[in-house]
C-alpha cells in the first residue's frame, strides 16, 4: 500500500542527547515536510524539502536539523540545542507539481511522541 | 504572514444532526487553497476538503462541505448527518499559491469535535 510511514510511534530522550525521527513514503512525491504539535496548538513548519539534496528552514527550525539523500526519506534529527523537544511530530509529502500546484495537497504520515526525560 | 483562526476550541452535536465548524483567515493574497483535516484520537491528519480560492463554487465530499466566503475570509466546514467517527478534532489550514515557502500550511488552534449517541 502507498503511504508515508513514521517511526518509532514513542520515542524517549533524556536531555542533552541528539535523537532522529524516521520518516519514509512510497508515494512517489517530491515534497516532504516536518511539523510539530504541542497541546492546544495547531501544527508548525520546522523544515520542508521540495527535492532531494535540498531543503529549507520553516518557522521552528533553531535546534533540529534534516537530510534529503533520498526521494523516499526525510529523517528529523532533535538535537541538544532544541530547548523544549517534548512534542508530538508529523511528517508529510506532496507531489509537489509544478505543472498543477492545485493538486499539491500534503498527505500526512501517523506521528512520533517524543518525549525528553 | 497569513494567520488562521478558529474561535470555536470545543463542538458538540447529536448523532444524525448537523455541525458547523468555524474558520476565518487573514491574507492579502488572492491566490490560495483552504483544507480542512481530521486528526482522530490515533492522531493522524487526514484530509478532509480543499477549495481554490479562484473557484466560487464549494466544495463538497458526501457528507462534508464547506461555505467559503472569499470577501469576508471565512471558510467554515458543515458535516451533515454526524456519525460518531465523525468525533476527532479539526483543524483548518491554508496555503499560498506558488513555490517556495508558499508551500507550507498555516494551521488553526482546532476545534474539538464530540458526536453524542
Known amino acids: 500500500d502507498g503511504g508515508i510511514t513514521q517511526s518509532p510511534k514513542y520515542l524517549f530522550r533524556k536531555e542533552g542527547q541528539n535523537v532522529t525521527l524516521s520518516c519514509e513514503q512510497n508515494?512517489?512525491?517530491?515534497?516532504m515536510y516536518w511539523y510539530r504539535q504541542d497541546p492546544g496548538q495547531g501544527l508548525r513548519l520546522i523544515y520542508y524539502?521540495?527535492?532531494?539534496?535540498?531543503?529549507q528552514k520553516g518557522d521552528i527550525a533553531e535546534g533540529y536539523s534534516v537530510s534529503r539523500e533520498k526521494k523516499e526519506s526525510f529523517p528529523l534529527t532533535v538535537t541538544s540545542a532544541q530547548k523544549n523537544p517534548t512534542a508530538f511530530y508529523l511528517c508529510?509529502?506532496?507531489?509537489?507539481?509544478?505543472?498543477?500546484?492545485?493538486?499539491?495537497?500534503?498527505?500526512f504520515g501517523p506521528g512520533t511522541r517524543l518525549t525528553v526525560l | 504572514a497569513q494567520t488562521v483562526t478558529q474561535s470555536q476550541p470545543e463542538m458538540s452535536v447529536q448523532e444524525a444532526e448537523t455541525v458547523t465548524l468555524s474558520c476565518t483567515y487573514d491574507?492579502?493574497?488572492?491566490?490560495?487553497?483552504l483544507f480542512w483535516y481530521k486528526q482522530p484520537p490515533s492522531r493522524q491528519m487526514i484530509l478532509v476538503i480543499r477549495?481554490?480560492?479562484?473557484?466560487?463554487q464549494n466544495a463538497t465530499e458526501n457528507r462534508f462541505s464547506v461555505n467559503f466566503q472569499k470577501a469576508a475570509k471565512s471558510f467554515s466546514l458543515k458535516i451533515s448527518d454526524s456519525q460518531l467517527g465523525d468525533a476527532a478534532m479539526y483543524f483548518c489550514?491554508?496555503?499560498?499559491?506558488?513555490?517556495?515557502?508558499?508551500?507550507?500550511?498555516?494551521f488553526g488552534k482546532g476545534t474539538l469535535l464530540t458526536v453524542n449517541p
Open positions: 508529510a509529502s506532496s507531489p509537489n507539481s509544478p505543472i498543477s500546484a492545485s493538486t499539491d495537497t500534503q498527505y
Open positions: 508515494l512517489n512525491h517530491d515534497a
Open positions: 524539502s521540495q527535492i532531494v539534496n535540498d531543503f
Open positions: 491574507t492579502s493574497e488572492s491566490d490560495y487553497y
Open positions: 477549495q481554490e480560492a479562484y473557484k466560487q
Open positions: 489550514a491554508y496555503r499560498s499559491e506558488g513555490g517556495g515557502s508558499n508551500y507550507k500550511l498555516t
